[in-house]
């Protein structure tokens, strides 16, 4: 049986999940109803994964190539008419954004496809916390000289990573559900089984009765004793 493993480190991968599911899972308190339930069983039976997302990712995948050698072609171009401290700027932001985006496509790929929530939230960190400043910084100072061609490569990569980040946020949203009622239903399997037995699990007895069940001629036998008993105790 083949084995996946995963990018994440288990520690993080049990913090994003918990993060993921506090802030993700909708805790209602209120009763239950048939709507509810039909609700539940229907996101709980179906695939999650996001079609959007994945769509948004296959595209990135082939964009962001085109990208790379864009903003490089440009820095060269300009690269000796700044000054050096943006020349570090720019050359780290791109060594940063280059690094960071196949860890993202990956954790990506892996989160929404396979519908883990750790990976697709570590996705949705690297895009929000890492990619989106450093493009906005790209986008905005005027001090780097934002040539035409970078503004337009950009603003379309910019597009990428705010839809990225809008079909990842529902993505986790509709996976922490599921997971959630999943998790739920299995601890209800247990009582269910008990239930279908029609069995207490503690004393061996049916649910809602006192006593074992008696057929219907132990039952006759026993209240022909108790009137023969209470007609001795008359004749006396």
Not at 23 to 38: G, H, I, L, M, Y
């Amino acid at each position: 049986m083949p084995v996946s493993y995963s990018p994440v480190p288990e520690n993080l991968r049990m913090g994003l999940t918990y993060v993921g599911s506090s802030v993700f899972t909708n805790n209602r308190t209120a009763d239950s109803d048939f709507t509810r339930e039909q609700e539940d069983t229907s996101v709980v039976s179906k695939l999650v994964s996001h079609l959007p997302l994945q769509m948004l990712l296959y595209f990135n995948m082939f964009y962001f190539p085109c990208w790379w050698f864009s903003a490089v072609f440009m820095l060269e171009v300009k690269f000796y008419y700044l000054p050096g401290y943006y020349q570090a700027l720019l050359i780290t932001g791109v060594i940063l954004l280059t690094v960071t985006e196949v860890v993202r496509l990956c954790l990506g790929y892996i989160g929404n496809l396979k519908e883990k929530v750790p990976e697709l939230a570590a996705f949705c960190l690297l895009s929000f916390m890492f990619q989106l400043p450093v493009l906005l910084f790209f986008l905005t100072d005027e001090g780097i000289i934002i040539l035409p061609l970078e503004r337009a490569v950009h603003s379309l990569y910019l597009l990428f990573l705010l839809a990225e980040i809008l079909a990842s946020f529902l993505a986790l949203r509709t996976m922490t559900r599921k997971l959630t009622l999943l998790f739920h239903l299995r601890q209800f399997g247990k009582v269910e089984s008990f239930n279908h037995a029609r069995m207490s699990p503690v004393y061996g007895l049916t649910y809602h009765q006192s006593m074992p069940p008696v057929s219907p001629n132990n039952y006759l036998y026993t209240a022909n004793n108790y009137l023969f008993r209470d007609n001795s105790a008359e004749s006396k």
